[in-house]
């Protein structure tokens, strides 16, 4: 029954995918010969959390990151083999609270006040129990460098091991984030977990297309992107962008923001087909959402974009210019 059941589904996916009968789907998956490569599927869990945004109190850091493992546990309980969290899961830093002439004014961060130590355990603790959990665990942060320099807003990717494996910067800074707060990223960062492949993006970068028909050249089956959330009605542009990035790259995406803004729109994950597999509860408290990424090996649509964007049109254009006869007529 269940090797039947397993075959229905493949056949429906794929019929959905090409626009087949189900007949044809189902032909053709009978004739695919044994060395086919098989489908890929990673378990997903993406996070929503409470928000903190002052690095000065030692008692806030430290509830994010309980806050952060506890949800781990729920994902490792759901079967997750990756958890993503938003950005500044352990501290998003307020513009505010960091700016050396405010509250009323945004001036240059004064980094010295934010409690890197207690971070620091907060991290490793993460880490931990990542190896524990046997978990991978992708997190946002502020990632510290040596004085003068700005730290980085990042995204920490910590393996089933707990091992640091790599980290992404952002890149497209806001203003005030340039401005004020960050140095920015330079490179896309990827990384693969059972085959698949992991793409970072971070902050208000789903506003740039390019960061993500970037990870579709890099061959990308997901890109997991991190965002804040402190202002609900930003959300759902952010949103929407992250849909539409998904369809048109034909690529699974992970949306994380914090709590307060899944009254409007809830973290979730987005199918390649463009709309949302997966949704966290929109009731602004922390919780996580788990969904099967699966890739065809063959994914045909994707192949065929990848066509169409080459020279596949070239030998059929007409090269004359439609109004150099000066009719205006049909």
Same mark, same amino acid.
């Given at each position: ?19 087949? *009968? ?37 008692? /806030?850091?430290?509830?994010? /990151? ?58 490793d603790a993460t880490s ?18 040596? *004085? ?36 920015? /990223? ?50 759902? *542009? ?14 699974w995406i992970s949306y ?75």
């Amino acid at each position: 029954m269940t090797k039947n059941a397993n075959l229905k589904r493949r056949v429906r996916a794929r019929a959905a995918k090409t626009g087949e *009968s189900y007949t044809s789907a189902l032909r053709h998956i009978r004739q695919t010969p044994p060395d086919h490569p098989a489908a890929k599927s990673v378990r997903l869990a993406v996070a929503q959390t409470s928000l903190f945004n002052d690095p000065r109190d030692i008692s /806030g850091l430290q509830a994010s /990151g309980m806050e952060m493992r506890r949800l781990m546990r729920d994902a490792h309980g759901a079967g997750a083999q990756l958890i993503h969290f938003p950005e500044g899961a352990t501290c998003s830093p307020n513009k505010r609270i960091m700016s050396e002439t405010g509250p009323r004014e945004i001036g240059l961060a004064d980094w010295n006040r934010f409690e890197w130590t207690v971070l620091r355990e907060e991290l490793d603790a993460t880490s931990k129990l990542a190896r524990e959990l046997e978990i991978w665990t992708v997190f946002g942060s502020v990632h510290q460098l040596s *004085s003068p320099h700005r730290p980085h807003n990042c995204l920490y990717v910590v393996s089933d091991r707990g091992e640091l494996v790599t980290r992404y910067d952002e890149r497209m800074l806001s203003n005030t984030k340039i401005s004020f707060m960050y140095s920015p /990223g330079n490179i896309p960062v990827t990384f693969e977990v059972g085959g698949i492949r992991f793409g970072c993006a971070l902050g208000m970068e789903t506003h740039y297309p390019e960061i993500f028909t970037e990870y579709e050249g890099l061959d990308v089956d997901c890109v997991l992107f991190s965002t804040t959330g402190e202002t609900p009605s930003a959300a759902p *542009s952010f949103a929407a962008e992250a849909l539409g990035h998904a369809a048109s790259n034909t690529y699974w995406i992970s949306y994380s923001a914090h709590a307060p803004q899944s009254v409007t729109v809830p973290s979730g994950i987005a199918a390649p087909h463009g709309q949302w597999v997966v949704q966290c509860p929109s009731d602004g408290a922390p919780a996580i959402a788990v969904a099967n990424i699966e890739i065809d090996p063959e994914r045909p649509a994707r192949l065929w974009r990848r066509t169409a964007r080459a020279d596949l049109y070239m030998p059929h254009r007409v090269h004359n210019d439609p109004r150099s006869d000066g009719r205006n007529t049909f």
